[in-house]
Every structure is written in structure tokens, then in C-alpha cells.
């Protein structure tokens, strides 16, 4: 087969992982920047051009769309799909997860369980959206934020107040979450490749910070998932129709809460924690599918 992998940078970790997996089990595999590619749309002749050259005979597609440039990215994905080329990852799954707001909503209309939330078109009333919580502490996010970044919490009432209104002035849309005090500072992932659960870690921030993200300095360990926490990392992952998955969830106390599901999610932590080859198994899903 002839896999095209949709990556701004053919030596991150995950992209070269993903180039070693196709190769060793036979395939072709090919690194396009999606951010170089023009699209044709043409009736019944739909086309992609990169590099001087029309992509053709192309078998499957595996996106690695960041998401400052997620609008570009399933734009490629889509025209993709329009040339009846498989993808890993479907265009309108990606756009579902990359809105927090919108993959939240989903996920709570299915019953999967989620920290309190609450959103608001820049309510001046901050002391209502605080107790609507739980009140302080709390954790404040930017709905287009990643890796950690735009991630806050605020230990206090004041502060809360302080963080939420200075967003609001900046006109940056943010949610207000329940902090769950319990979680210690870490969260579980579980990677979910085609509705199975093909390798899971629990992330520790390091200490004095609150956010677990190992690009904030984290540390890794390989975790077993209680029967719970693996059908609601696969629920998670079904409902918003995403064949590959990252599902981040908090241990509370009343069972697992899924605070974020990533559409391109990395290699690098998860392979190392679990000594599991995850690339692997991306493309062992693609020849299922193709």
C-alpha cells in the first residue's frame, strides 16, 4: 500500500514511528505537509497537488493535524475523502474533538462522565460561574488551547474572578471546570486504535503543578485500567468517531472523568511507558481497512 502521513515535520517522533511501522510491514509510506498541499475541486475530478506533482495512488491516509492549523488540515483530510481514500482519522470526527465545547457536549448527551463545566459568552456575573463548580479551586481552560498551555488554576474566589474577567477582556472564549482535588496532580491516557485499548499510561505532573502534560514536564508509568476506565475511554473514542483516540480521564472518586479526547495523539509517551508498539498497531488498523 501507499500511506501518505499528513505531518508538518517528518522527524517528530511520532511521524518517523509511524514511517518505520508502514516500511517494516511492507507499505510505501510518504510525509506531506498538508500546510503545502492546493486542493482542486473539480466535478467528479477532485485532486490534491503537492510538491510539484498530483498525489496519486494513494491507498490510506494517517493525519497528524496540529491544531493551530486544524481549519487547513481537514480541509486536505476532506478532499482525501472525496478522492475514496481511507483515512485513519475522518475529517469531521477531527473538527468534533478539536472543539472542546462542542466533543464536550457530545460526550455528556452519551453518558460518559465529565468534571462540572460551565461556559458562558463572557458573563460579567463571574461569581455565579465559580459556584456553578463547586467554587475554588477550579481550573480555567481556553477553549482552543493544547499541551497544557492555557490551562490555569485558580486557588481562590479572587483569583478566579481575576483570571476569568482578564480572559473576557482579551475576548478569549474559556470554560470553567470542577477541580477534582482527589486525581493527586495526574491523569490516565488511554490510546484507542479501532474501539480497542491498545496501550494506556498514567501521567504525574511534576510537583507543585497541577497540569500532567509530559510536554510541562511530566513524568510517565504504564497503568492497568480498571473495566471502567477501558469502556469509557472506548465510549469516548465511539461516539465522537474517532478511529484512533488519546483519552485523557481524571480517577475521582466516583468512577473515571474524561477531561479531553485528542484526535492526533503522540507516540513518543505512550510507546515508552508501555514498551507497546502503537505505531504498529495504526497500521495493522489501516490494512483492516483497506
Keep these: 500500500m501507499k500511506i501518505v502521513i499528513l505531518s508538518r515535520n517528518s522527524e517528530l517522533y511520532s511521524t ?4 518505520e511501522a508502514a516500511t517494516q510491514k511492507g507499505h510505501e509510506a510518504l510525509v506531506v505537509d498538508h500546510l503545502k498541499c492546493n486542493i482542486e475541486i473539480e466535478k467528479k475530478n477532485p485532486r490534491i497537488y503537492y510538491n ?7 491507498d490510506a491516509v494517517i493525519p497528524r493535524i496540529g491544531a493551530s492549523v486544524t481549519f487547513y488540515g481537514t480541509a486536505v483530510v476532506r478532499q482525501f475523502e472525496m478522492m475514496k481514500i ?3 482519522v475522518e475529517s469531521q470526527a477531527l473538527i468534533r474533538s478539536r472543539d472542546k465545547l462542542r466533543s464536550m457536549q457530545i460526550l455528556a448527551r452519551a453518558g460518559v462522565g465529565l468534571p462540572k463545566t ?3 459568552n463572557y458573563s460579567k456575573d463571574v461569581d455565579q460561574v465559580v459556584e456553578s463548580v463547586g467554587g475554588a479551586p477550579l481550573v480555567i481552560k481556553l477553549l482552543e ?37 482527589e486525581a493527586g496532580g495526574a491523569d490516565i491516557r488511554a490510546f484507542v486504535v479501532e474501539g480497542s485499548v491498545v496501550g494506556a499510561m498514567k501521567r504525574q505532573g ?9 510536554h510541562r514536564g511530566g513524568s510517565a508509568t504504564v497503568v492497568e485500567l480498571s473495566e471502567e476506565e477501558r469502556n469509557t475511554a472506548l465510549k469516548a473514542a465511539r461516539v465522537l468517531g474517532l478511529g484512533i483516540a ?5 480517577q475521582a472518586k466516583d468512577g473515571p472523568l474524561v477531561i479531553e479526547v485528542n484526535s492526533s495523539p503522540g507516540l513518543e509517551g505512550i510507546e515508552g511507558a508501555t514498551g507497546k508498539d502503537i505505531a504498529r498497531e495504526i497500521i ?7
Aim: zero cysteines; charged letters at 25%.
Design 16 to 19: 518517523r514511528r509511524l514511517m
Design 52 to 58: 510539484g506533482e498530483y498525489l496519486e495512488n494513494v
Design 86 to 88: 481511507f483515512t485513519a
Design 118 to 120: 460551565v461556559f458562558t
Design 145 to 181: 488551547g493544547t499541551q497544557g498551555l492555557g490551562v490555569v488554576l485558580a486557588e481562590s474566589q479572587g483569583a478566579a474572578k481575576s483570571i476569568i474577567e482578564a480572559f473576557n477582556g482579551l475576548k478569549a472564549r474559556v470554560i470553567a471546570q470542577e477541580f477534582i482535588a
Design 206 to 214: 511534576k510537583k507543585g503543578e497541577f497540569r500532567s502534560n509530559l
Design 246 to 250: 488519546g483519552v485523557d480521564m481524571l
Design 284 to 290: 495493522s488498523y489501516i490494512e483492516r481497512n483497506v
